[in-house]
């Protein structure tokens, strides 16, 4: 592991925010911070579709803000 890629994983590791990557196929990157692991307690984040892990939570989303979100992504 190069040392860039070794303090990326340091800062996720400690950071206390909600950090992960988006590809372009709208999904989730295998590296994110730890704390969205108890923001999404009930979600294997890696790979899962950005789209429903961010509104999976809440309830006070509509149809519409959903459809913009996935369009500004």
Do not use: W
Request: proline content about 1%; hydrophobic content about 40%.
């Amino acid at each position: 592991m190069d040392f860039h890629h070794y303090n990326h994983l340091l800062i996720l590791d400690n950071v206390n925010l909600g950090i992960f990557r988006i590809n372009r196929e709208l999904k989730i990157d295998s590296e994110y911070s730890k704390a969205c692991e108890e923001i999404f307690p009930d979600s294997n984040l890696g790979g899962a579709d950005a789209v429903e892990a961010v509104f999976q939570a809440s309830r006070d989303f509509g149809k519409d803000q959903v459809s913009l979100f996935q369009t500004v992504l």
